[in-house]
């Protein structure tokens, strides 16, 4: 059994200092894929010394973005971004492990912007997206996991007929970019195993959403078909405080 956990930190350097390194001996994952790590590896001073493993794909930026992973287990390689082609690769948002019968692809979808002003990026990134992921299956099946910006559904998030069309990550152009996703072959983990709403894993830090559960689920383990059978659990754990996202994770055989 293999044990994966995904989280939005929003900033490692903030949630270190919020009971990060109980949570991740707690847990106790093979594998923790974090996005937004807001931060370049040198300004971390603290490690986590039971996961020899480490790949950081910091933005450019300074205190933006980024991805990075942390595994006990010794990837066969690495890939940082889209790959050899150089699309998008000053944000920092993918880094893939390709392990013996799988790749694992840690991702930070684009927000599409406060009065969707990135719309049309979200758009480009969603097609290239799924173009790289589908160059990989050829090879292997796929893991995808991270914050995908998108609630699928209107069962996803609390308040689906306000922000649709309206707000990043319920219109029908991100919408339809997971759908894309759906139909070339991947299932979204968790409604494998849970079909009903008010499961979230992102509250706005306003207007006390997170209390009153007014959230959206945006975060995903998206699996190639191929693996549906060894999928043994989904999970997300609102519980765990740090963030405006909390964890999310998947167990398989």
């Not at 392990?99 to 406060?114: A, C, E, H, I, Q």
């Not at 699928?152 to 689906?160: G, R």
Request: with cysteine.
């Amino acid at each position: 059994m293999v044990k994966l956990i995904s989280w939005n930190v929003n900033g490692i350097r903030a949630v270190w200092k919020k009971g990060f390194v109980d949570f991740v001996k707690a847990e106790n994952p093979d594998v923790l894929c974090i996005q937004e790590i807001k931060a370049h590896p040198d300004q971390v001073d603290q490690k986590l010394s039971e996961y020899e493993h480490h790949f950081w794909n910091s933005a450019e930026r300074p205190g933006y973005s980024g991805t990075a992973i942390f595994s006990k287990i010794k990837p066969l390689s690495i890939r940082y971004n889209f790959g050899e082609e150089q699309n998008h690769k000053e944000e920092g948002r993918i880094i893939t492990l390709e392990f013996d019968d799988y790749y694992l692809v840690n991702v930070y979808t684009p927000n599409s912007g406060r009065g969707l002003t990135r719309l049309g990026y979200r758009e480009e990134w969603d097609k290239l997206f799924l173009n790289y992921v589908q160059k990989l299956e050829k090879k292997k099946p796929v893991v995808i996991c991270g914050d995908l910006n998108v609630a699928h559904t209107e069962i996803d998030l609390a308040n689906p007929k306000s922000n649709y069309n309206k707000t990043a990550g319920y219109t029908q152009v991100e919408i339809d970019g997971i759908q894309r996703l759906m139909d070339a072959g991947y299932v979204d983990s968790f409604r494998e195993f849970v079909k009903e709403k008010g499961h979230y894993t992102f509250w706005s830090q306003m207007f006390n959403a997170r209390a009153r559960n007014v959230g959206w689920r945006i975060d995903y383990f998206v699996v190639s078909e191929k693996l549906r059978t060894r999928m043994k659990r989904a999970f997300i754990l609102s519980q765990v405080m740090g963030s405006d996202h909390c964890p999310v994770g998947l167990e398989m055989k």
